[in-house]
């Protein structure tokens, strides 16, 4: 079985992060439990994380975080500059547009500073779990973004929204929401073993 490859697995990764981020501007409310739109799928990216963690080592796992962080500051300044830019007469939903894309660069600089600093902590928790610690794969998971999750959460909503919406209710959804998905996501670390890698960088599969 081949499996999936690295780089599609990083793909993946990135890509959640951008949508994540074009979607957080429209809040949900599920059973009482208020969030940013895009809450389910940016809580799967540090599930993604912890398997390119287990896979290619804290190392790799710190450049992927780079290369997201770079992507979506390429996102926010790319929106800026379209936005900027003016439109033909027959455009007639700017309004709706700017809607989305306006909030977009607020969004993502409270995003990248969330990002940054929980996806560096979650990296850094499953990494120490992993070589000081051991056991199962699913345990240092769940035990990394426990706290990763916490910590976005409280950033992100607090840059992001102050000011516009209440805060308060949207950490607190956004936090259980994440690690419901957190907890529905950790077979996926277990697909570590299936991605082939040709570079040879790979790491023994602890249990």
């Known amino acids: 079985m081949t499996g999936i490859g690295a780089p599609l697995l990083i793909a993946l990764y990135v890509a959640c ?30 599930t993604l994380i912890d398997l390119i963690n287990e896979r290619l080592g804290k190392t790799r796992a710190r450049q992927v975080v780079a290369g997201a962080f770079a992507a979506n500051a390429l996102l926010a300044l790319y929106s800026t500059f379209v936005l900027w830019l003016p439109a033909p007469s027959f455009f007639t939903h700017h309004d709706a547009y700017a809607t989305v894309l306006g909030a977009t660069p607020r969004i993502i600089l409270a995003s990248l500073l969330a990002y940054l600093v929980s996806s560096w902590i979650d990296v850094e928790i499953f990494a120490v779990w992993k070589s000081r610690i051991g056991g199962r794969k699913w345990v240092r998971v769940l035990a990394s973004n426990t706290v990763s999750t916490a910590v976005d959460s409280i950033l992100f909503v607090t840059v992001a929204f102050a000011g516009t919406l209440p805060l308060l209710p949207l950490i607190t959804g956004q936090y259980v929401i994440k690690m419901a998905v957190t907890f529905i996501s950790l077979p996926l670390i277990y697909a570590a073993r299936f991605i082939s890698l040709s570079d040879g960088s790979s790491e023994s599969l602890p249990t």
């Not at 981020?21 to 599920?30: C, E, K, S, V």
């Not at 208020?34 to 799928?41: D, E, L, S, T, W």
């Open 17 to 46: 992060e951008l949508i994540a981020n074009i979607t957080a501007g429209r809040p949900l409310d599920l059973y009482g439990l208020q969030a940013p739109g895009g809450v389910f799928i940016y809580a799967l990216t540090f």
